[in-house]
């Protein structure tokens, strides 16, 4: 058999998530009843990076094994039977041992704020208009670079067997709506990113010091940080793999 990888863009606001679950509309479940639809087989999908309930994705990737022949115009196909909030923007021939999950070498992810009320970024970005410190927001988020564990961060009941997470670039970035919070890794914990975001959002409002903030960093525990954040406003952003795509064309 050949191994395959999707490239996938979604807005998850309607979804349970993106790994398929019982009695939930799912990315990953959408995705595989086009492809039975199309190829008149099931083809069972690896997910690489598992986004939650209602959190977007500007890229994400699945792998899928099969013997049919696959060709660019099923990229349009699929399209055709998908949700409008879901899109498969390309195919790629990989080695037979690539794994969508774990080959990736890099992730990145962004939340985005805004402070004015403004109908158009509802369920796109988080409503947010309380006054904060940015600078001091920038220098607790520059200090991630410098810690490597990370399970104050991490929710309760997660199946992992380290915490471990090297954090390659975390700032923040002001936009014409309001702010956008940055932050690249070579692997996530769950509810990672929304548990920082809230927890910087603290020391910005000045609810805690940034001397608290390394204390609750070193914790590891999950109850002093901040899990609050609505999933509206965080984007899977990258995933990036080794050099071994190659373009279904």
């Known amino acids: 058999m050949a191994r395959y990888f999707l ?24 995705i595989e009843k086009a492809l039975e639809t199309i190829f008149r087989a099931p083809l069972a999908l690896s997910g690489a990076s598992r986004t939650d309930a209602g959190v977007h994705g500007l890229q994400n990737f699945f792998h899928f094994d099969t013997d049919l022949a696959i060709e660019a115009k099923h990229i349009y196909n699929m399209n055709a039977l998908l949700p409008k909030t879901i899109v498969v923007k390309n195919i790629y021939s990989v080695p037979d041992e690539a794994h969508a999950r ?30 904060v410190n940015m600078e001091l927001m920038q220098t607790a988020a520059q200090s991630l670079l410098t810690y490597t ?9 997660t199946q992992v067997n380290t915490f471990e997470c090297h954090i390659t670039k975390a700032f923040w970035e002001m936009t014409e709506d309001g702010y956008t919070f940055h932050i690249e890794s070579n692997r996530f914990l769950r509810g990672m990113i929304r548990g920082l975001v809230g927890t910087l959002l603290q020391v910005g409002r000045g609810q805690i010091s940034l001397e608290k903030w390394h204390e609750i960093v070193l914790s590891n525990n999950e109850q002093l940080a901040d899990f609050s954040t609505p999933a509206h406003g965080l984007y899977l952003s990258l995933i990036e793999y080794p050099s071994f795509l190659k373009k279904i064309v």
Request: glycine share 8%.
């Open 7 to 30: 490239e996938v863009s979604y807005d998850g606001s309607s979804f349970g998530g993106f790994q398929i679950q019982a009695n939930q509309q799912t990315i990953q479940g959408e």
């Open 102 to 131: 774990f080959d990736a070498i890099k992730r990145a992810y962004i939340y985005k704020i805004h402070t004015q009320k403004n109908p158009f970024l509802e369920g796109r970005s988080w409503y947010y208009p309380f006054p």
């Open 149 to 157: 564990h990370f399970e104050t961060f991490s929710k309760k009941n």
